[in-house]
C-alpha cells in the first residue's frame, strides 16, 4: 500500500537546507517508507498523538502516520544530536 507523502513547510525548508547528496538519500528513504512502511523506524516515546522517527545515517526524520489514514505527514528533517531535545 503506498501512502501520499505530505510535507510540513518546516520539514521542506530543513531539507532544503541540506546538500543534494544528503537530500536525494532522505527523499529516497520516505518515498522507501511511504511505499513498503519499512525502514529504520522507531516510535517515539512519550510523544503524544504518536510520532515517528526514521534514521537516515546521522539525521532522522520525524513524522506522523496515524492522524490521517493513508498518509506519512513529515514533520521535520533534524540532525541526531538536535533530533531529540
Do not use: N
Not at 34 to 47: C, E, F, H, P, T
Not at 74 to 81: Q, S, T
Request: aromatic share 6%; charged share 35%; no cysteine.
Amino acid at each position: 500500500m503506498t501512502r501520499r507523502i505530505l510535507w510540513t513547510a518546516r520539514a521542506r525548508k530543513s531539507l532544503e537546507r541540506l546538500d543534494a547528496g544528503t537530500r536525494a538519500r532522505i527523499s529516497e528513504r520516505v518515498e522507501q517508507l511511504a511505499a513498503s512502511g519499512s525502514g529504520d523506524v522507531k516510535r517515539l516515546v512519550a510523544v503524544e498523538p504518536p510520532e515517528y522517527r526514521l534514521r537516515v545515517g546521522d539525521w532522522r526524520v520525524r513524522f506522523e502516520m496515524e492522524s490521517q489514514p493513508g498518509v506519512v505527514v513529515i514533520l521535520e528533517v533534524l540532525h541526531r544530536r538536535e533530533a531529540y531535545r
